[in-house]
């Protein structure tokens, strides 16, 4: 039997790369439009490209973190990329202070732009695992560390408490949370979905958690 994974839909994913990517790996993708769908499925995912305020206006206006909340305490699996990822966390500072979903301690904030590294980071990068921190029984159990991946970004994660960060990134003196972790939830700056064969191997290690 196929696993169902469920994608948020909230006017501002990447639906179809995303889609086609759990395809590719005998999953069956769900687009997720209202929060009762999310009960559906097996594996949640929070895709997201664009402002943090924008993406947290339009998941509080379709009603969604509520949803999100029961379904994490299910234990299932939850994974959010990119602004998925950054808006797991309590607050952003894009344009205005804004509220997250606050799954992962910690606020969003600019890139320096004291580097000759351009903002927007649009960029190849590899990852690194803290040393506090182990990558078994995550998303990244089968990745190899210094493994670089596609990332599109001008803000970037900072969680509170160190046992979140999952792994690391550099930008230019900055090392930053590329992933971070709590429990059964995910999350990673840059795009699996858009990484080739190594990012097709983080979104089938998902599947098998």
């Known amino acids: 039997m196929k696993i169902n994974v469920g ?9 179809l790369s995303l889609s086609r990517a759990f395809m590719h790996l005998n999953a069956n993708p769900v687009i997720i439009e209202k929060p009762d769908d999310i009960k559906l499925v097996d594996i949640l995912v929070l895709p997201g490209v664009g402002a943090f305020p924008d993406g947290m206006k339009m998941i509080n206006e379709n009603h969604f ?11 299932k699996n939850f994974m959010g990329i990119c602004l998925g990822m950054q808006m797991m966390l309590s607050k952003g500072y894009e344009h205005k202070e804004t509220s997250g979903l606050g799954l992962i301690e910690g606020s969003v904030r600019p ?8 903002v927007p980071n649009i960029n190849w990068h590899d990852i690194s695992k803290p040393e506090i921190v ?3 029984h995550s998303i990244l159990k089968n990745t190899k560390e210094g493994s670089n991946f596609y990332f599109v970004h001008s803000f970037y994660t900072e969680p509170e408490f ?6 690391e990134t ?9 992933a971070v972790k709590k429990d059964n939830v ?24």
Do not use: C, V
């Not at 550099?170 to 590329?178: E, N, P, Y």
């Open 65 to 75: 973190p509520g949803a999100i909340n029961d379904f994490i305490k299910t234990g």
């Open 186 to 209: 995910f999350g990673t700056q840059f795009h699996p979905e858009k990484s080739g064969n190594k990012g097709l191997r983080i979104l089938e290690t998902l599947l098998t958690l």
């Open 111 to 118: 890139l320096p732009n004291d580097t000759e590294l351009k």
């Open 170 to 178: 550099h930008f230019g003196s900055l090392k930053f949370a590329s």
């Open 162 to 167: 160190k046992e979140n960060i999952l792994a």
């Open 134 to 136: 182990s990558w078994d």
């Open 7 to 15: 994608i948020i839909d909230y006017k501002m994913g990447n639906l």
